[in-house]
């Protein structure tokens, strides 16, 4: 099977062939002149829908009144445009009328100068990738590390005010800073960020957090006020102790929590001795902010509880406490948040961990009795055979029982040997 770039050029060099213009367009062409590897690949072209339609045998149609069609080749799926030039965005997502056009217009109506660069792959004379077109000045904002609006900044933002986000999340992915002017225009415009559906702040919040540039990202959102909006809360200027300390492998959930616990911490009112109240409040408001699944924010609120259990008393508690814990979803995700906040308190924890999964019989063994096996010696279910599982269960993790014989023993000692109980 061809790479994906194989694929898009089988694609510009058909529609090539049928006499149009074509191109790879947008950020596949600006990781490619940054050296990095795009993970797919868009066209933009002068064939119009019925033109892409009649030039290839796999053809879907996404937006065809916006000339926006999926061409599969090569087992890979490209996103072929029509160049076009745009309307009024009177809902401030989408512009109410498209008219196709030049590549020049093509560019113009682009969010920034260094997504509105085409590429022509197929002529490589000047060398790989190929020859460049650029309309709006855009590879000199690469080569400076800019991230600058397609013509006036204000223009750009009103039309869809979800750009302010992804001007950030580019600027910190990729190392660049915000041009001043577009910088200023954000600021302004940063309370219309409320008027985005709460699902696409959701995804570019969980883009944003899931990269290992996220402090960099949260650090311009607070600067830019963009926090507000998007976290549904009061502005704040937080530090970002914990975000900041994150391996750079960690999840959105984790970098959530971390972020959250940052912006309590901050609050005078709101110290970390107040998380565990605080938990069901703030998960609750992130959930309705970013559009959280019920995964999510089940770990999100798991995660916080966790934190303020293991920067409490878990070092205390007792031995099947601690295994539970330790083999727990939340318990990584939340000392990975205390390493970053306090490695003093993470390293007796970590330590502790260790003697535990060392000791007999392990940190998370298979029961040896289960609800089956107390049915199986005559006890009717009812609401004591939670109680019984969960204390055999423990006398197992803390070594009181070695085999099933004295669990099932305990078992019925436990349960009084009643049924129904």
């Known amino acids: 099977m061809p790479d994906a770039r194989s694929a898009a050029l089988e694609i510009v060099a058909a529609l090539r062939a049928a006499g149009h213009e074509a191109y790879l ?3 596949c062409v600006r990781d490619e002149l940054l050296g990095l590897h795009p993970e797919d690949y868009d066209i933009a072209t002068s064939a119009r829908p019925d033109d892409i339609r009649a ?5 879907s149609e996404v937006g065809a009144s916006f000339g926006v069609m999926l ?3 090569g087992g890979h799926v490209v996103e072929v445009a029509t160049f076009r030039e745009e309307g009024a965005y009177s809902d401030a997502r989408r512009p109410d009328e498209v008219r196709f056009s030049t590549a020049q217009a093509d560019a113009s109506r682009r969010d920034f100068t260094i997504n509105a660069l085409f590429l022509d792959p197929l002529d490589t004379g000047a060398g790989a990738p190929g020859r460049v077109i650029d309309f709006v000045d855009g590879r000199t904002d690469l080569d400076r590390k800019v991230i600058r609006a397609v013509g006036r900044p204000d223009d750009r933002l009103a039309e869809d005010h979800l750009r302010a986000l992804r001007a950030v999340r580019l600027a910190s992915r990729l190392g660049f800073e915000i041009d001043p002017d577009t910088h200023d225009a954000i600021r302004r415009h940063a309370s219309e960020l409320r008027g985005v559906s709460r699902e696409r702040i959701g995804d570019e919040l969980r883009k944003m957090l899931a990269h290992r540039s996220r402090a ?3 650090a311009r959102l607070q600067e830019l006020s963009l926090d507000a909006p998007a976290l549904d809360e009061a502005p704040l200027r937080a530090p970002l102790a914990a975000l900041h300390g994150l391996p750079a492998d960690a999840s959105f959930v984790t970098a959530l929590s971390a972020w959250a616990i940052d912006r309590l911490a901050t609050r005078a009112q709101d110290g ?3 998380l565990p109240a605080q938990a069901p409040t703030v998960t609750a408001r992130l959930r309705r902010a970013l559009c959280l699944s019920n995964e999510e924010s089940a770990a999100l609120r798991s995660t916080l509880e966790g934190v303020a259990r293991l920067e409490g008393d878990w070092l205390g508690e007792g031995v099947a406490a601690q295994k539970r814990a330790a083999a727990a979803g939340w318990f990584a995700p939340a000392l990975s948040i205390v390493s970053a906040r306090s490695p003093k308190l993470a390293d007796p924890i970590g330590a502790r961990v260790k003697e535990l999964a ?3 019989p392990g940190l998370a063994p298979a029961p040896l009795v289960t609800g089956d096996d107390l049915i199986g010696a005559g006890l009717v279910p ?4 939670k109680r019984t599982l969960d204390a055999v269960y423990d006398a197992q993790l803390e070594g009181r029982v070695a085999d099933r014989a004295e669990a099932l023993a305990l078992a019925l ?3 009084g040997g009643l049924s129904g109980n």
């Open 55 to 59: 030039a290839f045998r796999s053809v």
């Open 216 to 218: 960099v990202a949260a």
């Open 272 to 274: 970390p001795d107040r």
């Open 413 to 415: 000692r436990l349960s």
């Open 71 to 73: 061409v599969r080749s």
């Open 358 to 360: 060392a000791s007999r």
């Open 25 to 27: 367009a947008g950020g």
């Open 382 to 385: 009812g609401p004591m055979f």
